[in-house]
């Protein structure tokens, strides 16, 4: 590693977003499941979403991702020192996701590593990816799920909310002059009593696989609970976005757009309403996209930066909530507006019958 030394600070230097080219609306699932666009729409927000191919695993979609976040910096993946990948949708039990991306990038340098923060583990990362940018070591953080390949798709009441897709941040000491978002706080924290609230059980050390339960389906069951979730997700996705402007000497009047998490659009309207924020301070895309877990802020903030929403001296926050429960925000100032390459294939035509 480099010699230890502190730096002004750390920043989000180039971005890079990806999601499939398979797009899938809400009238499809009717195929699969007893649901409709009329359930699905007013209650979520939601219409369509990305779909991995068949073959198109966690480790290619992340590549994918971070390989544009490099080419948009320019930057020589032999010159990354750390490759984070935060993702619930693993490529395979061992080794990490992190180590295919690595060896796909060429990033023969980086240490590889994963990160099993559920949808905030992108923003949670951010602060890991802070810490070692501080020290001269560039973070390649990529946010990636392929849910679709994860969920049971005869659950209409968990499966019609997701989407795949990966979102990267090449995170690195600030340079002046440098267009990058000046990370100015990171708030995150975990409350593990709610762990078994909303997650995917069986196939671990505590759940091991037996052939009755894979007989049964359980081995893609997901739990969640969904009323509780959506009530945590409201209270404390605000309380960490309060939390992380008190602590970066800022308030809410300072902010000039919202990334949150894309988890379902009452739940990004109920957390406006409760910060008191106007809605058109608050990004969303989750009518296109879905909710693809650590994926959403890196594949929006992609989305928000082309659509020029953000602009050089402004202050962004984002801010997620998931599994665990664990929730985080961060603060960002635009010391300039960072470059973006994004393979997002939002006029994609829709696909019919791409369900596993
Ligand atoms: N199509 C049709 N009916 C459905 C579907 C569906 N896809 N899914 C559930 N239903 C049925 C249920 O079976 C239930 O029927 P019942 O009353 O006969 O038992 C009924 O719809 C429930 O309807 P509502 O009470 O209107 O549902 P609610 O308003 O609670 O909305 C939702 C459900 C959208 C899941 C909501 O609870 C929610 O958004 N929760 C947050 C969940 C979430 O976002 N999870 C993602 C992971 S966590 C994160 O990223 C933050």
């Known amino acids: 590693m480099a010699p230890v030394e502190d730096t002004a600070g750390a920043g989000i230097v180039a971005i890079g977003a990806y999601a499939p080219q398979h797009r899938m609306h809400n009238d499809e699932?009717?195929?699969?499941?007893?649901?409709?666009?009329?359930?699905i729409y007013p209650r979520t927000g939601i219409k369509t979403r990305h779909i991995a191919a068949a073959g198109?695993?966690?480790?290619?979609?992340?590549?994918?991702?971070?390989?544009?976040c490099l080419e948009a910096a320019g930057m020589d993946p032999a010159d990354l020192r750390w490759v984070l990948v935060s993702t619930d949708t693993p490529e395979m039990w061992n080794p990490a996701?992190?180590?295919?991306?690595?060896?796909?990038?060429?990033?023969?340098?980086?240490?590889?590593?994963?990160?099993?923060?559920?949808?905030?583990?992108?923003?949670?990362?951010?602060?890991?990816?802070?810490?070692?940018?501080?020290?001269?070591?560039?973070?390649?953080?990529?946010?990636?799920?392929?849910?679709?390949?994860a969920m049971d798709w005869s659950?209409?009441?968990?499966?019609?909310?997701?989407?795949?897709?990966?979102?990267?941040?090449?995170?690195?000491?600030?340079?002046?002059?440098?267009?990058?978002?000046?990370?100015?706080?990171?708030?995150?924290?975990?409350?593990?009593?709610?762990?078994?609230?909303?997650?995917?059980?069986?196939?671990?050390?505590?759940?091991?696989?037996?052939?009755?339960?894979?007989?049964?389906?359980?081995?893609?069951?997901?739990?969640?609970?969904?009323?509780?979730?959506f009530k945590n997700a409201v209270t404390k996705m605000a309380d960490a976005a309060l939390s992380s402007l008190e602590e970066a000497g800022l308030t809410l009047s300072d902010v000039d757009l919202v990334v949150p998490h894309q988890?379902?659009?009452?739940?990004?309207?109920?957390?406006?309403?409760?910060?008191?924020?106007?809605?058109?301070?608050?990004?969303?895309?989750?009518?296109?996209?879905?909710?693809?877990?650590?994926a959403s802020i890196g594949i929006a903030l992609a989305e928000a930066i082309e659509a020029g929403l953000i602009r050089p001296g402004q202050v962004v926050l984002t801010v997620a909530f998931g599994s665990g429960f664990s929730w985080a925000a961060s603060v960002w100032r635009a010391a300039g507006v960072p470059p973006v390459r994004a393979e997002?294939?939002?006029?994609?035509?829709?696909?019919k019958g791409v369900g596993t």
């Not at 198109?56 to 544009?68: D, I, N, P, Y």
């Not at 002046?176 to 059980?201: C, M, Q, S, W």
């Not at 379902?264 to 989750?286: G, T, W, Y």
Request: aromatic content about 6%; proline content about 5%; overall charge neutral.
């Open 97 to 149: 996701t992190a180590c295919f991306v690595q060896a796909e990038l060429g990033a023969r340098r980086a240490v590889a590593l994963d990160l099993t923060g559920g949808c905030s583990g992108f923003v949670a990362g951010l602060g890991l990816a802070e810490a070692r940018a501080r020290l001269r070591e560039p973070v390649l953080l990529i946010g990636c799920e392929v849910l679709s390949q």
């Open 344 to 351: 997002l294939n939002r006029g994609a035509v829709l696909t």
């Open 263 to 294: 988890a379902n659009q009452r739940i990004i309207d109920a957390v406006a309403d409760r910060l008191k924020i106007p809605r058109e301070k608050v990004f969303s895309n989750v009518e296109e996209y879905a909710n693809t877990g650590s």
């Open 155 to 229: 659950d209409r009441s968990t499966a019609v909310l997701f989407g795949d897709g990966a979102g990267a941040a090449l995170v690195m000491p600030r340079e002046p002059g440098k267009p990058a978002f000046e990370i100015v706080n990171i708030y995150a924290r975990t409350d593990g009593r709610d762990a078994g609230i909303l997650g995917k059980p069986y196939g671990g050390t505590k759940n091991p696989l037996t052939p009755e339960l894979v007989r049964d389906g359980h081995h893609h069951r997901i739990v969640m609970h969904g009323p509780y979730v």
């Open 29 to 39: 699932w009717a195929q699969y499941v007893d649901t409709s666009d009329v359930w």
């Open 56 to 68: 198109e695993s966690t480790a290619m979609v992340a590549a994918r991702a971070g390989s544009l």
